[in-house]
Nanobody, 120 residues
Framework: VQLQASGGGLVQAGGSLRLSCAAS????????MSWFRQAPGKERELVVT??????????YYADSVKGRFTISRDNAKNTVYLQMNSLKPEDTAVYYC????????????WGQGTQVTVSS
């Protein structure tokens, strides 16, 4: 199983980025997908989640990103996306995608991370 995250980069405050996480080797639609982030000196935090497909694709957003970030999934492409708008310097972090099987208590797989840097 591989989760390949991409799309990070350097952007000015107020700008946008779209992250992608391409999954292989798993039944993608059976997994809830999440994006976490970890800033220097801070713990990894959950940013957004989209549930497995037959549960309706329920989403969760951390308060800090509500109204600015949007998670979506394309099961035909085995890919989850994170559209990030109105970026702030405090969004600077390494972003990781993760997969959790339907109803499982823990995340099964993690991507390698992609750096997002927002300049003020």
């Amino acid at each position: 199983v591989q989760l390949q995250a991409s799309g990070g980069g350097l952007v000015q405050a107020g700008g946008s980025l779209r992250l992608s996480c391409a999954a292989s080797g798993l039944t993608f639609s059976a997994y809830g997908m999440s994006w976490f982030r970890q800033a220097p000196g801070k713990e990894r935090e959950l940013v957004v989640t989209i549930s497995w497909s037959w549960s309706g694709g329920t989403t969760y957003y951390a308060d800090s990103v509500k109204g600015r970030f949007t998670i979506s999934r394309d099961n035909a492409k085995n890919t989850v996306y994170l559209q990030m708008n109105s970026l702030k310097p405090e969004d600077t972090a390494v972003y990781y995608c993760a997969a959790k099987y339907a109803g499982a208590p823990r995340y099964d797989y993690w991507g390698q991370g992609t750096q997002v840097t927002v300049s003020s």
